[in-house]
């Protein structure tokens, strides 16, 4: 065993080197790790460091969060059927089961968007802490542990609505300008199991807390003094419980010796979330300016907004250890969403699936020798997005292709991942805005031995 | 040790490269036809009624300008006015009247706007002593003082003129004379009690009512000034000059409306005077305005377009005073002492000029009656400035015609857009 997890390491260490190792790392990790969730979970209004998402995002409660596993990143999917020795999955719950080190993710993203529509074009960019999760093997390889923060849907956008309206038959035409902006979204926190039965099938059950916190205000302003410009702040909050439960399974040598087919799926049952509702304002009455809660003022003072259910299922294929091939489809049926607050918006809700294809290469060193860059791993992928969303029938799908590559450490089985993506979503007929995206992701994968201390003493 | 450096400066520079490709500008302008609009504004009309008319009879003295003239008004009845005139027992450069080598004259300085006929005939005016002592801070309309007609001071006639200058009688002068030149201490004290100065009255007129003025045009190009008194006499080369103007002291207008103006059918009668005021209170419901945020509110009241041929003055102000508590003066006083917490001009007719509504901005009003906690206000609604000139309007009411009939335009922005 010892031997095996030197190899792992590639770094020869003897049991008290581990030891101290371990020592000094572990406190560093966690409390990185514990900074990380801090400022994941003040998220809801600070994690746009400029200044909007895409546009998409700004209805309802935002648009779908998809999450990767570390090294799936860099093809555009999940990777539900594809776990990592060295990378926390945070897709599949099945695949924290075939732990043997302690592993911790952090991944940041920085999106930029050209939206255009008919008539106007403009660009705007949001850099975001997508997630962070640490698995934790608690009988090496059959029983794992994790814990984990990742967004379910995600708002953040800027809208600007400028117009003139005529009040009535013997008020001048008034000309306004409205800037909303919103931001927040559904972030879930997670802690789950996953279990090997052997070396063919794992399963995995996750129960999780569904945390809401939107902020949308609307500020408008007025061409003639005498109206009174209007800043209106709406929060949206609340949350409820989820389930998610995790399969996967693989065999090998169907088609040549050293080849491997593995296949996985996930399941994220649908919640319900009672969710208080408060729009506040501020009011000119008797000579001074009071804030008041104008929902409360009618009694509406709750909202129910649904999650949909969301099912991924994927097959990736090794044809040997240097190559393999994924597809994956992740359905969600957001034909069921709710959103009760303003059944307009949750009119266009549409389910949603998504589907790709990618490739992976992890080159041989004893083949193409001991370069840097053979120690890099590469990956590419396209997938498409039907888009959660549809407006007269228009739906905001959504093509992408992908390229990424794996920086792995040094002297550790820690890596680092930095993923390329670039594509088009939406259209620009019909009013609609088409937008060009772009997207950096790094992730960080952190993979140490931790709790060995007791065995190897 | 040297892949570290790579990998770190590998990725520095991307990340560097990445930020510099995603530009931030522009403010979210894409997109803004889609769905319904963030803040969907919107207004919604309320019919206004309950009105009452209160009457109050108006301070006529010490005001801008006083009125003199006789009109038969067929709608706000039939308006008699005297001038009322005390001049100042002072005069720059001017120790005393030599009455022997003095005389003296009352410039009259009339505003331009008048009421009664468009094109009058010569008006006739006499100035008698008044019949008994007044002061112009206690003078009020349909309170009148008498003039002495048992002897005329002078007289003059008028079309249009802006001015009238008009010699007094050398008795008069010399009565006057008597006071200006004493210089014991009792001099104003028994000019109070004693002197009871000149009342210019209508004895020949027609339909027409002029104003004098106490302060100047503000655009006086023709430096007429304001009405005043002049003593005059030869100057060294034996002509008449003007050897010093003394301003009046007091003054003010003997005012008798008969009989009181009434309010027509689907109209309600606003005179300046305080002889006809609207009462009436703003209520609203805030259940009406569940899910909607004001932004604006504007109360409309359309002027009735009279279909005679006499000049009015000009109604271009309406003024409203929000009165919470019970008033521990009269309306009269209340009304010309404090400054109305509402206000607006008249609004012309793009075509022919007429002046055809008032649009007030009550969303102040509006915001205090829905969610403040002090009691509904009672409101004043008048027309114009008590100033001494003679103001009517008729407002037309909830029983008018429909398009015509007071209403409140509220407009809001929509807060409940599409909930359940």
Known sequence: MMRMMQEICGKQYSGKQYSRLTSRTLPSLLLFLLLTAG?????????????SGSFYSGFAFGAPADIYSGHTVGIGLPGVSDPDGFKPNSTN?????????????????????????????????????????????????RLGASVGFRPATRLEYSRTNSGIFEPGELVDPVGFITNSTGTGGVNVLEAGFGYRFNDYISVGYAPSIFLMAIEK?????????????????????????GHRFGAYIQTGSLLAERDRLQAGLSVQLPVTIRAD??????????????????????????????????????????????????????????????????????????????????????????????????????????????GHLTFAGSKIDTWMIHAGISVPSPNSPSSMDLSFHMGWQGTDSMN???????????????????FVRTRFQ | MVHKIQLFAGTLLLLLFSLSIFGCEDSGIVGSEIGAPDAEIQSMVIGVSGFEVVSENGYAGKLSYSSAGQVNDPVYGDVTASTLLKPALTAVGLDSILTDFHTMRLRAVFDSERYGLEDPAPSGYAIYEAGNLWRGNELYVNEPVQADLSRELGAFSLMVEDTAIVPLDPMWVEEFAAFFNDTSDTRSERYKQEFRGLSVVPVAVADQMRFFRYESAANDTLNLG?????????????????????????????????????????????LNTFESVIKTTLDMDPADFEGKEIVNAQLTFHIKTE????????????????????????????????????????????DDDTLVYFNINFTGLVFDELYGDSETPTLY????????????????DETGPEEKRPRLTVTYIETEQGAE
Do not use: C
């Open chain 2, 226 to 270: 304001s009405t005043r008194f002049e003593i005059v006499g030869p100057d060294s080369a034996g002509t008449d000059s003007v050897f010093a103007t003394i301003s009046p002291l007091d003054w003010g207008a003997s005012v008798v409306r008969t009989p009181p103006a009434e309010s027509p059918d689907g109209g309600v009668v606003l």
């Open chain 1, 277 to 386: 509702l408060a729009k506040t304002t501020f009011r000119p009455v008797d000579g001074v300016f009071r804030e008041v809660d104008i929902v409360g003022e009618s009694g509406t003072t709750s909202s129910d907004v649904k999650i949909p259910l969301e099912v991924q299922f994927g097959i990736t294929y090794y044809l040997n250890p240097a190559n393999s091939v994924t597809t994956e489809l992740q359905f969600q049926q957001w034909g069921n969403a709710r959103f009760s607050s303003d059944l307009t918006q949750e009119a266009y809700f549409t389910d949603r699936f998504k589907t790709g294809l990618g490739y992976q290469f992890k080159p041989d060193r004893t083949r193409f020798g001991r370069s840097f860059f053979t120690r890099l791993q590469y990956r590419t992928g396209i997938t498409y997005d039907s």
């Open chain 2, 381 to 396: 609604i008048s027309i114009q400035a008590n100033n001494g000139k003679i103001y009517s309007a008729t407002l037309v």
């Open chain 2, 307 to 350: 279909d005679d041929d006499l000049l009015r003055p000009e109604v271009t102000t309406i003024r409203v005073h929000r009165v919470e508590e019970e008033l521990n003066e009269t309306l009269g006083e209340y009304l010309f002492t404090n400054t109305p917490q509402f206000a607006a001009t008249a609004v012309r007719d793009e």
């Open chain 1, 39 to 51: 400022t994941v979970i003040a998220q809801s209004d600070q994690n746009s460091l400029s200044r």
């Open chain 1, 217 to 241: 205000n609307s500020s408008t302003d007025f061409s003639q003094g005498q109206f009174q410009s209007k800043s209106i702040t709406e929060t949206i909050s609340g949350h409820a419980a």
């Open chain 1, 432 to 450: 609609l805005v088409k937008e060009q995206i772009f997207k950096v992701k790094l992730s960080l994968n952190l993979a140490e031995f931790m």
């Open chain 1, 93 to 141: 719950p099945a695949h924290w089961g075939n732990a043997r080190l302690s592993k911790g993710q952090i991944r940041f993203g920085l999106a930029g968007y050209r939206g255009e529509d008919s008539v106007n074009r403009e660009t705007y960019s949001l850099f975001t802490i997508e997630s962070f999760q640490v698995v934790l093997p608690l009988l090496r390889d």
